[in-house]
């Protein structure tokens, strides 16, 4: 009776925590959502640049299907040309939009590695510190700040699919729809990034482990694959894929590079940053000493769990079950082993192509703590925690200050100067000054960024409703000299290389230019008697434009006094008069202008005195 009653306790006690599982979900969710946002925090995109500025103008200058489906390109991913082209028609011209929907599309790639860690490892909890992990990796650089991220979480989303419905398929007993399932996203995912083409082989591997005799399995992964290089060779003319930085990999690819690629990819996945610089943000032998602790302490737990592991499966007297986790580790090896080697082939290698395999690595950890506790009931958590829980745990929290120190590092990658330039001149352009900055002429002094005619003539019109920002020029310049006055028609910008930005120096210039004592305004009125200083141009000349809208009644003059010179009276015999006045070049010359006349009906006095005329000045 006890026993009985002891059973329905526990049976009843499943259907309660079974009835409620969908809170902790929310809660273990909410909380990815929470920390995706924390840790990406100082991440902006407020310009875009290069391939983000590219791709952005394809979308505002091709039709649809020109864009979605590029025929004759390098390239044909009509996949992700369709999700881009989606995307950019609902952010516009709110470029600020691109970070947070980057953000929330990787947490939600996070809440399905939760999700599958936690079938795999049969808890919660270790399904948790999977999102977490993959959240926090220093590898989600590119997938947050850059517009083509969205690219790189495809693929990976996609990838991981195809390799959790291949693990179902050969753990399910009716496993046939997921075969399916991974058939369709290795087509699509082909498309989003031609370099998972490598997974092909893992289609027919489930196939030999499951010894499926069904034409129709062997017929879909096969079609999938043929499929792929029929319409890749009619839509680019070749089956190979295209390298990285415009490069081919049959031109470049090095078997000697290759392998030293991969080893560096397996140390990236441990933790090190196997790599230069401008690739990882601080290499493994420039981390500083408690860093690199941190990281082979963390390895130490993650030995901890494949030793056990290991150590398990050969004791393991079950052949059938024995055979099933072996074959389930060949699928993980050889998933994370494809995915390295395809991103060994080519000049480099980039941490963003790591990131899937790091996310294989931490599915991978989460089944082997499921098989290290099979067998445990879930409500023993101290014997589900002790040792293989404690081992996950203290990997996490010993990566958790690795993975924050190097995302601190983030200003030294390559591509995160140049975004945080174009961040810069968005700011101090459209930022400042709206819809009121097309139509204007932006002066830069100096050109050390490089900046090419594309984005000069580009950049500003990704902030345009239109597309066209019209009326808006870019020209660089030397110094504040190679410009005369400064008009309401102008902006002067100056680098600031030590920030990685510019500086919006508009008004300095102008007053440096212009420098306006009282009676002359901003608008060219002027005032009966006004005092100002205008620095000459490079023939020292001083044009003047001088509109009376008034009547004239007769004997209007204008008295003009400049520096020390004797004044010169210039009669006023129609409603717009010129005058220049000639100075050395460069020169700072102070003028008084005195009228004889006013605006009789004007409503509106500024000064002490009465506005008389409108005065246009061109230094030159």
């Not at 082909?190 to 490598?198: A, G, I, L």
């Not at 100075?583 to 006349?597: G, I, R, S």
Request: aromatic share 14%; proline share 3%.
């Amino acid at each position: 009776m006890e026993t009985k009653e002891r059973s329905r306790t526990r049976i009843g006690f499943s259907r309660m925590e079974k009835k409620y599982e969908w809170k902790d979900h929310v809660i273990f969710m909410g909380i990815l959502l929470a920390m995706a946002v924390w840790v990406n925090r100082n991440i902006e995109i407020k310009g875009l640049y290069m391939d983000d500025l590219y791709f952005w103008s394809c979308y505002g200058e091709q039709g649809f299907l020109q864009y979605v489906f590029p025929l004759g390109s390098t390239r044909f991913r009509f996949l992700y040309y369709l999700a881009a082209w989606l995307e950019m028609a609902v952010v516009g011209n709110h470029v600020n939009w691109f970070v947070p929907f980057n953000i929330l599309l990787n947490t939600a790639v996070a809440w399905s590695v939760y999700l599958i860690g936690r079938r795999l490892s049969r808890s919660k909890g270790i399904g948790f510190l999977c999102g977490f992990m993959y959240l926090i990796s220093r590898m989600a650089y590119y997938q947050i700040g850059q517009v083509l991220g969205l690219m790189e979480t495809m693929a990976l989303w996609m990838a991981i699919g195809i390799l959790w419905y291949l693990y179902r398929y050969m753990n399910g007993e009716d496993g046939r729809k997921y075969y399916y399932l991974s058939c369709a996203l290795y087509f699509g995912v082909c498309f989003v990034h031609e370099r998972y083409m490598v997974l092909f082989p893992l289609l027919l591997l489930v196939l030999l482990i499951k010894r499926s005799k069904n034409l129709a399995e062997w017929g879909s992964g096969l079609v999938s694959f043929l499929l792929v290089q029929v319409i890749r060779a009619f839509t680019i003319g070749s089956v190979l894929p295209a390298g990285t930085g415009g490069t081919q990999v049959a031109d470049t690819f090095s078997l000697a590079d290759t392998v030293r690629y991969g080893l560096s990819q397996i140390a990236y996945v441990f933790g090190m940053n196997a790599g230069p610089e401008h690739l990882n943000g601080r290499p493994w032998g420039q981390s500083p000493l408690s860093i690199r602790i941190l990281v082979l302490l963390a390895d130490v737990a993650i030995a901890v769990i494949v030793l056990g592991f290991l150590i398990k499966v050969i004791k393991d007297k079950r052949k059938d079950v024995k055979g099933k986790v072996l074959c389930n580790l060949a699928l993980f090896l050889l998933f994370i082993g494809a995915c390295i080697a395809s991103s060994s082939v080519t000049i480099r290698v980039e941490m963003r192509w790591v990131y899937v395999s790091l996310t294989a690595a931490l599915l991978l950890l989460a089944y082997m703590y499921g098989v290290l506790t099979e067998g445990v009931k879930p409500e023993l958590y101290l014997k589900r925690l002790w040792p293989w829980g404690a081992a996950f745990i203290c990997y996490v929290f010993l990566m958790l200050p690795v993975e924050l120190f190097y995302r601190a590092q983030y200003p030294n990658l390559y591509l995160w100067p140049s975004q945080l330039c174009y961040n810069s001149l968005a700011e101090e352009t459209y930022g400042r000054y709206g819809d009121s900055l097309f139509g204007k002429n932006i002066y830069i002094i100096g050109n050390s960024y490089e900046m090419s005619d594309f984005t000069a003539s580009t950049f500003f019109k990704v902030f345009d409703k239109e597309r066209t920002a019209e009326g808006t020029s870019v020209e660089f310049i030397d110094s504040i000299r190679d410009i005369g006055l400064v008009d309401d028609r102008m902006l002067v910008l100056r680098e600031d290389p030590e920030h990685n930005g510019f500086q919006d120096i508009t008004q300095f210039v102008k007053d440096l230019k212009l420098n306006v004592e009282y009676g002359y305004y901003d608008d060219g009125w002027m005032d009966e008697h006004a005092s100002l200083t205008v620095m000459a141009g490079e023939t020292g000349m001083i044009d003047l434009e001088i509109i009376y809208p008034g009547v004239m009644s007769g004997g209007e003059g204008i008295k003009i006094t400049k520096d020390q010179d004797d004044p010169v009276t210039i009669p006023v015999r129609s409603t717009v008069v010129n005058e220049t006045i000639e100075a050395e070049p460069w020169q700072m010359v102070h003028l008084t202008f005195d009228y004889n006349f006013y605006m009789h009906n004007a409503q509106e006095q500024r000064g002490k005195d009465r506005l008389a005329a409108i005065v246009h000045m061109t230094a030159r």
